[in-house]
């Protein structure tokens, strides 16, 4: 590991023009888990300042300095999905001009094109889609084992890994063994959205429940696999809403260890069926890191996802309760039809930039936060 500097703002330095944070900067102090009725008072304190400054405090507490990033791509196979949630400009209806279906020689090939750094991790999701069976998704991730041994394969929400066991008429614990044996070694966070049912039905009611996307993952966290967790925030949900999704994630890793990453994503209304919702604001996007960083006590890692918050946003993130700025990513699909206007992929130069401009120590990592060292050609991980 590379050495952090034990840097931690004194706790006693705490200052609020907010009564309602003085017992959470407490419970901070002395280690205390936060409660439900503390989540809804951090959402609701004017001084967001000091809700970050809370956040900070506990993110050093953790890590430091070190702050997290990795050189990775993302695959998306195909955006043909049966799903047609109101939150996704991704998703397309089998026969729809737009839908497109990789074959497994193009996926493989756009896994080695567009980037000339060695990536460590592949990110693959993708649709519903009605017709590819569990086969397909297990050809395509042994054609990639075999051609890059070398990169970590992040694969498939638990939404997606729910549907293909559903399809192939097997258990997500018998899925999820084909898929490791295939090559899979992690799962993202995705899917997840919010888990309260009221807005579920509403944003995404084709998907999984929230109590099935939990169980999916208790079953591969219960099989060995690491996975990280989402939770998408801004549109019609509410603070409560929040405070819930979080708190269920948390109980999920009391019991399971499994979770890696959390990453709050912020909604994009543009080409999907709730664009009539604003977008959010930067000190909503600031404030969701802080909280989340205070709730999830047992989480060891808070990413602030640059594709999704601009570069400049996630910059500050790093100051209000963020680690990890997540990767490269070199093609992003999911939030570029959702108008987002960030580049497609940044170099670990430019990542580092930011990092190091922001005060903070960048630390290369892999997939399962191993730091990486790297020569022009190659990189090695510590293990
Ligand atoms: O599950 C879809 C979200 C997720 C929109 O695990 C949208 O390291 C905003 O999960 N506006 C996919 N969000 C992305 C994701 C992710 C990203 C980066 C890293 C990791 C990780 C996971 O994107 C979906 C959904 O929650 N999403 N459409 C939209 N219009």
Redesign the pocket.
Known sequence: MPASTPKVERASDFRTCDPRLAPIAEKVRAHERLSAGDGLALYASPDVLAVGWLANHVRERMHGDLTYFNVNR?INPTNVCVAA?K????GRKKGDPAGYTMALEEAWQTAASGYSEAVTEF?L?GGLHPDLPLEFFLDLIRGLKERFPQVHI?AF?M?EIAFLARRAKLSVEETLLKLREAGVDS???????IFAPRVRSIICDHKIDGEEWLQTARTAHKLGFK??????Y?HIENDADRVDHLLKLRALQDETGGFQ?F?P????????A?DHLPVTTGLTDIRQIAVSRLLLDNFPHI?A?W??MTPKIAQIALRFGADDL?GT?IEEK??H???AKTPQGMTRKELCRLITEAGRVPVERDTLYRPVTRTEESFTVAV
């Open positions: 993302h949630c939150l996704c400009a991704f990110h999701v992040k929400t939404v799962m993202p966070g995705g899917g997840a959205e996975s990280n967790a989402t939770m998408l801004g990453t990453i994503l912020a909604f994009h209304p543009e080409n999907t709730l990413k996802y594709q999704m997540d990513v999911i939030y039809d959702a108008g």
